[in-house]
């Protein structure tokens, strides 16, 4: 018995090696993919075999959103190369309108963990360059960033936010305040947050979109779906990472009324939908792909029961498909927008589960997102996002997320048992950056953070 044991402990490990193995090698062909049809670009077109940016001019994302992965896998050349161009040849004095919630978790997250991992200070000049020019548009009567903000003149425009752009800010700019010492970014992150915390309803609530300047609801349904998830998510990792107090009383007031309020046992599995902020009453089953981050928050924070439980529903969810809707009516069990961009979400949560119990389900269900994805998002030179999961008909575009977020998670899962990468020493932000927890001491977070504990 016990050598039969042995011999399966052996084979799975093989197995896991070769899946591994596997996920890095295709990183690397997608890499090389990006270079020869994108190099200098935002992202690459894999089916046209060319590449789209996302302004009148590249801001570059692809590479920094590359650069913890390929770091990660040892690609050690590439990520060199992303730094030195980083550092040699990348200005954001460009005159261009820039998403506020994108750019910060996809550009200032990337860089501040370039600068994590490779101590480079010109990189952490960039980050802070970059954030600088982001700062003016939380300039506001609330301090909730406007939408846009140009990132050479500082003009912001576009009032109407949701409360995923208006409040997931605190991990990237309590970094860039830690290692700066200037207190003013983290302080812009927090009270942003805070912000949406404090219109909460009379029942503990929150809508999902907001007038930056009034700060009243334009719209009232409370979800944790798209548009709002990472606001949840920044409120309990910020809190581990930095230790401010106030974070960890903000998440445990909002966990209590998610609950309570959002959670909704439909057909034997468990799903969180939309409630009316005002009353908690349902009114709508209407869900999306992004909610799946949830689990690997629930079980961060030691709720692993649920954790699984939920991570069952999503699974079921893409089996249904063998990929993931975009958006998905739990109640009429139909989609409205079947789309697939080779998101990581529901990857990120197996992953987050195998790491915490060793149960070879989450491995198994890992695996097979990642044969599914090579079966219908693979293409000649990388991987594209899929139209519609009802008939596989592919688009020709790769979000830059696949190579921070679905690939990491992905090698992750399957290079756990290396222990390579201590998970407990880790923090990733919402673009799956990773910073080291061991980085950031608590009693210095307060002084360069500016966290008071009598507020
Ligand atoms: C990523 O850009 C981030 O994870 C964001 O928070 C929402 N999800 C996308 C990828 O699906």
Not at 13 to 26: F, R, W, Y
Not at 100 to 111: A, D, S, Y
Not at 295 to 321: H, V
Request: hydrophobic residues 35%; contains cysteine.
């Amino acid at each position: 018995m016990a050598e039969s044991k042995q011999n399966s402990v052996t084979t799975d490990t093989i197995a896991a090696n070769q899946l591994a193995q596997q996920v890095k090698d295709e990183t690397l062909r997608t890499w090389k993919a990006y270079k020869k049809y994108a190099w200098g670009h935002d992202a690459l077109s894999p089916l046209s075999k060319s590449f789209k940016d996302w302004y009148a001019e590249p801001l570059y994302i692809s590479p920094i959103d590359a650069y913890s992965t390929l770091h990660l896998m040892g690609f050690d050349a590439e990520a060199k190369e992303i730094e030195a161009y980083v550092v040699d040849s990348l200005s954001f004095d460009k005159d261009i309108d820039a998403k506020i919630f994108e750019v910060n978790i996809r550009i200032l997250g990337g860089l501040l963990a370039m600068y994590d991992l490779s101590g480079n200070d010109k990189v952490l000049d960039k980050a802070r360059d970059f954030a600088d020019r982001m700062l003016p548009a939380f300039d506001t009567k609330t301090g909730i960033p406007r939408y846009w903000v140009n990132l050479k003149t500082g003009k912001a425009r576009g009032d109407t936010v949701n409360v995923a752009e208006a409040a997931t800010y605190t991990m990237e700019m309590g970094v860039l305040s830690y290692y700066t010492k200037d207190p003013k970014y983290y302080q812009a992150g927090k009270k942003a947050t805070l912000a949406i915390f404090d219109r909460r309803s009379k029942i503990g609530l929150i809508g999902d979109v907001i007038d930056v300047q009034t700060g009243e609801w334009v719209g009232r349904q409370s979800h944790l779906c798209a548009g709002v998830d990472s606001y949840y998510e920044y409120l309990y990792k910020s809190y581990l990472l930095f230790g401010d107090p106030d974070l960890g009383i903000v998440w445990d007031e909002s966990i209590k009324k998610i609950h309570q309020y959002l959670a909704d046992d439909f057909d034997g599995k468990l799903w969180y939908g939309r409630s009316d902020m005002e009353t908690g009453v349902h009114v709508s089953s209407r869900i999306t792909l992004y909610d799946a981050f949830f689990p690997a928050i629930l079980t961060l924070s030691g709720d692993i029961e649920r954790a699984g439980k939920l991570q069952s529903t999503w699974a079921w969810l893409w089996n249904k498909y063998g990929l993931e809707p975009m958006v998905y009516d739990y109640k009429t069990g139909i989609s409205t927008y079947p789309a697939y961009d080779l998101n990581p979400e529901i990857i990120e949560s197996a992953y987050y589960l195998y790491h915490a119990t060793g149960d070879s389900t989450y491995f198994n269900m890992n695996k097979k997102f990642w044969n599914d994805i090579l079966k219908y998002c693979r293409t000649e030179v990388a991987f594209t996002s899929v139209k519609n999961v009802e008939t596989m008909e592919k688009k020709d575009y790769m979000p830059t997320f696949f190579f921070a977020e679905t690939l990491k998670y992905l090698y992750l899962t399957f290079s756990d048992h290396q222990n390579k990468f201590i998970f407990d020493d880790h923090i990733f932000n919402t673009e799956a950056h990773q910073f080291k927890r061991s980085h950031f001491d608590n009693n210095l977070a307060k002084i360069r953070l500016g966290i008071n504990e009598n507020q």
